[in-house]
């Protein structure tokens, strides 16, 4: 069954450009020309990614991306953010809010295809049903992750991640104890196999973190290495 990807520009002939080569490429393709438009298409029809333009009049991709991420029926959907703004500052914006990834125009067709591919190859199944992951649960401390669920609690109270969270806590969690550096988890919780930004993981991190609360002291930095889940009052070893 193809994949849908929705197309969020209000510039027809990038939207055009891209419905073409997308649908080239074995997607199914639909179009929204605004945020407005693009947040009821969302709704409506849960398309597997979103394209979305950053720089557009009257509600902002960034703001779509908000409602988005706070829509408990959307919010696990992957977004990758369009944007002619290539500060890192505008880049780690994105992540903040929750972007999967961040894509800077004039971009190559091919490559954000690739990427395209790389995210959904990734993606955590939005049914319970149709995911072939066993029951299985890891925890540690008083983390808790449900990978048949996907659900996420610390002591007890569930936590509201996106899928790359979702992703990277269940890698650190899994390996628990170990060191993950970060061109690891580039690997593993993105796919990619061509040089991101390190500020990425970090960004992802730093949410974690805050989300995380009380038990944000298990997720700890290896200065200039990685990252990894320990008890806090193991101290260092």
């Given amino acids: 069954m193809k994949k849908t990807v929705l197309v969020v520009d209000d510039e027809k002939d990038l939207r055009d450009l891209l419905d073409y080569n997308l649908s080239q490429a074995g997607f199914r393709v639909q179009t929204a020309m605004d945020g407005a438009t693009a947040v009821a298409s969302v709704r409506r029809e849960k398309p597997d990614l979103v394209l979305l333009d950053v720089m557009m009049p009257e509600l902002s991709g960034t703001e779509v991306l908000k409602i988005l991420r706070s829509d408990p029926g959307a919010r696990d959907i992957p977004v990758i953010l369009l944007t002619a703004r290539g500060e890192e500052i505008d880049r780690l914006l994105g992540f903040e809010l929750g972007a999967d990834d961040y894509v800077t125009k004039p971009f190559n067709v091919r490559e954000l295809i ?30 808790e992750v449900d990978l048949g669920q996907y659900r996420v609690r610390v002591s007890g109270q569930a936590l509201e991640l996106t899928i790359t969270e979702f992703k990277l806590l269940s890698d650190l969690v899994r390996a628990a104890g170990r060191v993950r550096s970060r061109d690891k988890l580039l690997s593993e919780v993105w796919s990619y196999d061509a040089e991101v930004m390190s500020r990425t993981v970090d960004t992802h991190i730093r949410r974690l973190r805050e989300k995380l609360g009380p038990a944000a002291g298990w997720l700890t930095t290896v200065r200039g290495v990685g990252y990894r889940i320990h008890d806090p009052e193991e101290g260092e070893r």
Avoid: S, Y
């Fill in 114 to 143: 690739l990427r395209v591919r790389a995210i959904l190859k990734r993606g955590v199944p939005r049914r319970l049903h149709e995911t072939d992951q066993a029951a299985e649960v890891l925890r540690a401390g008083p983390i």
